[in-house]
């Protein structure tokens, strides 16, 4: 026990909560990348053929959040960005969740560090892949990694809860 009565963590459990905080890096990385790519080699408003009548890659600066809510109050997004990192850190570190609900919370930690940096450092955000065979927002890989790992999370916390309330009801010990 450690002063205070805290129990000692064992050492691996650091380093596999370390290896959620990797994933959300190098989704951020990968993110970052892409943005830079797309910044050097298309220009701004341009679009390049990507996948032929499903997606192209159109290089746009997004001051907004999704379908660009909020235009233009970048500080808003970045404050409003910094604490859902910082939030979702402190889940991913000390919440009761199993490893595939915080492997979608790195998902979205990773997308949603992408577009903090993006609005901290240049005040908006570059969104690249644009669907041609729908009329939708043209979004970045941040973004879809924080929907991905929204939906995951969702879906893998729904199941679990539900899995442990019939558990209860088996064992008699839930309403």
Known sequence: MKPGGRKCRPAFLKVI?????IIA????LADQLLKLWTVSNIDLG???SFLPGIMSLTSIRNTGAAFS???DHTWIL???SVIAAVAIVCLILKGSFTSGERISLALI????????????????VIDMFRLEFVDFAIFNLADVFIDVGAVLFVILYFVRTVKEDKERKKTGGGA
Do not use: P
């Open 78 to 80: 970045s404050l409003i």
């Open 69 to 71: 809510i909020l235009a």
């Open 109 to 124: 930690l990773g997308g949603c560090v992408g577009n903090a940096i993006d609005r901290i450092f240049r005040s908006y």
């Open 17 to 21: 909560q370390m290896i959620y905080l």
């Open 46 to 48: 341009g679009t390049l």
């Open 25 to 28: 890096a190098v989704i951020t």
